[in-house]
């Protein structure tokens, strides 16, 4: 994969935290129009890894780029053409879920209408709905849709259907195949394995820090010589997903 072909670069990233070793070496090139899947137990490092790449931390050591603009000294560019949604949002607890949403789409020249957002996510009936009194599960699909307003060309999505009931979890999966068709390049960490199987195009399996395989869905069960990509995880890493996180 040459630079021009490439969407998001991470080469040999690192980061500590005072004694611990968040992400010890980690590198990932993921093409326009991809979606790569990101697994790992807790303490891997895909949040800290996804965070460096996003620009909300700065690296020890490598270098990042996301559509070649570099995340810290290019960050107002960026932020124009990345979206990010993290596990935990942090948003005026006052505000309605209308008022964020007209909020966030006043930061972007060509933001995405508002009723197309929210009924996106299954949150037309909560717009009048002040944020505090969303549950986990609204908060989430909330924080999604704010990810996506300014029409990114690439969006990072951290745990996207934690919390989410078997109906909304289909309709985020809708949500990032539309993604897909409209060419936007995603990285996607998760732990739910159907999730991967069904949108990632291929997956980085993240260990202690650092990156273990990289491969598509298939190709890491014919490696690992497993019928399921849960086995094939616990073949790679020595660890089962599901009990570890």
Same mark, same amino acid.
């Given at each position: 994969?040459?630079?021009?072909? +490439?969407?998001?670069?991470a080469?040999n990233l690192?980061?500590? @935290?005072?004694?611990? *070793?968040?992400v010890?070496?980690?590198s990932l090139?993921?093409?326009?129009g /991809?979606?790569m !899947? &990101?697994l790992?137990?807790?303490?891997?490092g895909?949040?800290t +890894?996804?965070?460096?790449i996003a620009?909300? %931390?700065?690296p020890?050591r !490598? *270098?990042?780029?996301v559509l070649g603009l $570099?995340?810290?000294?290019?960050r107002a560019?960026l932020r124009?053409?990345?979206?990010?949604?993290l *596990? $935990?949002a942090?948003?005026?607890h006052?505000? =309605?879920?209308?008022?964020l949403?007209?909020l @966030? =789409?006043?930061? @972007?020249?060509d933001?995405?209408?508002a009723?197309?957002l929210?009924e996106?996510? $299954?949150l +037309?009936?909560? %717009?009048?709905?002040?944020?505090?009194k969303l549950? !986990?599960?609204q908060? *989430?699909?909330?924080?999604?849709?704010?990810?996506?307003?300014g029409?990114p060309?690439?969006? &990072?999505?951290?745990?996207l259907?934690t919390g989410? #009931?078997?109906?909304?979890?289909?309709r985020m999966?809708?949500? &990032? /195949?539309?993604l897909?068709?409209?060419a936007?390049?995603?990285?996607l960490v998760?732990?739910?394995?159907?999730?991967?199987e069904r949108l990632? $195009? =291929?997956?980085a399996?993240? #260990?202690?820090g650092r990156?273990?395989a990289v491969?598509?869905?298939?190709?890491?069960?014919a490696?690992?010589g497993?019928?399921?990509?849960?086995d094939?995880?616990?073949?790679?890493? !020595?660890k089962d997903l599901?009990e570890?996180?």
């Amino acid at each position: 994969m040459t630079s021009s072909e +490439t969407a998001v670069l991470a080469e040999n990233l690192a980061k500590s @935290y005072r004694h611990v *070793q968040a992400v010890a070496q980690v590198s990932l090139r993921v093409a326009p129009g /991809e979606t790569m !899947g &990101i697994l790992g137990t807790n303490g891997a490092g895909k949040t800290t +890894t996804i965070e460096m790449i996003a620009g909300l %931390r700065v690296p020890d050591r !490598g *270098q990042v780029r996301v559509l070649g603009l $570099d995340p810290r000294r290019d960050r107002a560019r960026l932020r124009q053409v990345l979206g990010v949604q993290l *596990q $935990d949002a942090y948003l005026h607890h006052a505000l =309605r879920v209308s008022e964020l949403v007209e909020l @966030y =789409r006043s930061f @972007y020249p060509d933001p995405r209408p508002a009723d197309e957002l929210l009924e996106l996510v $299954d949150l +037309t009936r909560q %717009r009048r709905t002040i944020f505090e009194k969303l549950s !986990g599960g609204q908060k *989430q699909r909330l924080s999604i849709a704010l990810a996506l307003v300014g029409r990114p060309r690439v969006a &990072i999505l951290d745990e996207l259907t934690t919390g989410l #009931d078997p109906a909304a979890r289909r309709r985020m999966w809708s949500a &990032i /195949e539309q993604l897909k068709s409209e060419a936007v390049t995603v990285l996607l960490v998760s732990h739910a394995m159907e999730e991967v199987e069904r949108l990632c $195009d =291929r997956v980085a399996v993240l #260990d202690a820090g650092r990156v273990v395989a990289v491969d598509t869905p298939a190709g890491l069960r014919a490696r690992a010589g497993t019928d399921t990509l849960d086995d094939a995880f616990v073949t790679l890493t !020595g660890k089962d997903l599901e009990e570890a996180t």
